[in-house]
């Protein structure tokens, strides 16, 4: 069983929808979420960071950890087409906070 | 953010010769650098941790005598893949993280390199 799952699209929406992505995992360990947008051809971008359970949110995006259900999404409200691209979850936990891993990516489209 | 500096952003190889990839933190000082490899479609997987000034940390199943880093200075890393396979072809990523002992998720990425072994 891969550590980190996430599926991976590629999900397609109109302009202005809600969008939201999901990754689930297995070590309970981990502490620290975070996501990541990754455009083609280019580096992972931070977006958003969670520590341990909850909510929180920066302007369009939401991101929700659920540690009972291993379970973390990223809402992204009123959908613009420049979101369009790849969207990582990563993982850490806090005896190894520096070792990352990686959801494979849901690659999104958002149709102007 | 910061600014993480990778380069090349592509190159192409013939089999059995080394590529030197370079990662520069630009406006901060890195005393850590992260080395990813990226396959179409998966996620990124760590191959290896860098402290200035000392030596790496590799991962689990990555070669340390194919896969050489290192981090000689507070803004630069470098990755040489010696003797590249066609099976070495990957995407990789470098990041950057400020200040010993902080959090990886204050690290920032490179662009990435798209390394093609003919």
């Known amino acids: 069983q891969k550590e980190v799952e996430q599926d991976p699209g590629p999900l397609s929406v109109p302009e202005g929808a809600i969008v939201s992505l999901n990754c689930t995992y297995s070590?309970?360990?981990?502490?620290?979420f975070m996501w990541y947008r990754q455009y083609s051809r280019k580096g992972p971008e931070l977006l958003m960071y969670t520590y341990s359970s909850g909510n929180k949110e920066d302007g369009r995006f939401t991101a929700q950890v659920d540690k009972s259900s291993k379970y973390i999404s990223l809402f992204i409200r009123d959908s613009q087409p420049s979101d369009s691209a790849t969207y990582l979850c990563?993982?850490?936990?806090?005896?190894?906070?520096?070792?990352?891993?990686f959801g494979s990516g849901t690659k999104l489209n958002v149709k102007p | 953010g910061a600014v993480v500096s990778q380069h090349p952003s592509r190159v192409i190889c013939k089999s059995g010769t080394s590529v030197k990839i370079e990662c520069r933190s630009l406006d901060f000082q890195a005393t850590t650098m992260f080395w990813y490899r990226q396959f179409p479609k998966k996620s990124l997987m760590l191959m290896a941790t860098?402290?200035?000034?000392?030596?790496?940390?590799?991962e689990q199943g990555v070669e340390k005598d194919k896969f050489l880093i290192n981090h000689a200075s507070l803004t630069l890393s470098t990755l040489t893949v010696t003797s590249a396979h066609p099976e070495d072809s990957s995407f990789y990523i470098c990041?950057?993280?400020?200040?010993?002992?902080?959090?990886?998720?204050?690290?920032?990425f490179g662009q990435g390199t798209r390394l093609t072994v003919v």
């Open positions: 990563a993982m850490s936990s806090l005896y190894n906070f520096n070792k990352f891993y």
């Open positions: 990041s950057a993280a400020s200040v010993r002992g902080r959090r990886n998720t204050e690290a920032f």
């Open positions: 860098s402290n200035e000034g000392s030596k790496a940390t590799y």
């Open positions: 070590n309970s360990a981990f502490q620290y």
